[in-house]
């Protein structure tokens, strides 16, 4: 939702809003408000409103989506380490969705089917 002076404008799930600095100081400059468009706002809220109900579907997203990143690694020369090649999957724009669905899997597991899930961790 986005205001303006006094006034509220409803906005695409895709549309970011965002708020207007009003300050007339001197020296300030005027900034303009611009929804930042956020393609990937639709997809995230799939994600995070996808509901885990069916064992065999919650055992495919912990197997599915690893505990920790795959790609972090050091590399090791004669015994010491000469470089860190840093985790890639912050890159991930939907990474926090993901972590969140694989964490809502393994809790359904626990929770609902009782089952241990030492495996997944």
Do not use: W
Not at 26 to 55: C, H, M, T, W, Y
Not at 84 to 91: A, F, R, Y
């Amino acid at each position: 939702m986005l205001k303006t002076n006094n006034q509220h404008i409803l906005l695409p799930a895709f549309i970011k809003s965002v708020e207007v600095e009003s300050g007339n100081q001197v020296g300030s400059k005027n900034r303009f408000a611009r929804p930042k468009f956020d393609l990937l706002q639709p997809l995230r809220n799939r994600l995070d409103n996808l509901e885990i109900k069916n064992r065999g579907f919650a055992h495919f997203i912990a197997n599915l989506i690893p505990a920790q990143c795959p790609f972090e690694r050091d590399i090791v020369l004669f015994g010491r380490k000469i470089a860190h090649i840093p985790p890639m999957c912050k890159l991930n724009p939907l990474y926090d969705e993901f972590v969140g669905l694989r964490f809502r899997a393994l809790c359904y597991l626990v929770d609902e089917c009782g089952e241990d899930i030492q495996t997944y961790c």
